[in-house]
């Protein structure tokens, strides 16, 4: 079974950056689809970036051009660089690998941008 694990995330000041990172336990590029989630308090999850089995990327509206998705293959790992933080993007950001109908989530990592 495979397991996602996230890292990365901080308290940083508006106008800062992050690098997530979701480390799997397995091979996971061209096989799983790899998306970041995230939720913030009183707030329902939402969907903000991922990589597809075919290696298709794409944003959420609010985070383009902010937000970029890289890969490490060797490693397993994919990240999430985002700059430009605002407040309206705190929350707790989890990955979630999918293959077929199986789901594997992460414990998640807290982003807090607040100055």
């Known amino acids: 079974q495979a397991r996602f694990v996230e890292s990365g995330g901080d308290l940083v000041q508006p106008g800062g950056s992050l690098r997530l990172s979701c480390a799997a336990s397995?091979?996971?590029?061209?096989?799983?689809?790899v998306h970041w989630f995230r939720q913030a308090p009183g707030k329902q999850r939402e969907w903000v970036a991922g990589v597809d089995k075919d290696n298709t990327i794409s944003y959420t509206d609010s985070v383009k051009g902010r937000f970029t998705i890289s890969r490490d293959i060797a490693r397993n790992t994919m990240y999430l660089q985002m700059d430009n933080l605002a407040p309206e993007d705190t929350a707790l950001y989890s990955c979630r690998g999918r293959l077929g109908l199986h789901d594997y989530w992460g414990q998640g990592t807290q982003v807090t941008v607040a100055s």
């Open positions: 397995v091979d996971i590029f061209g096989i799983y689809s």
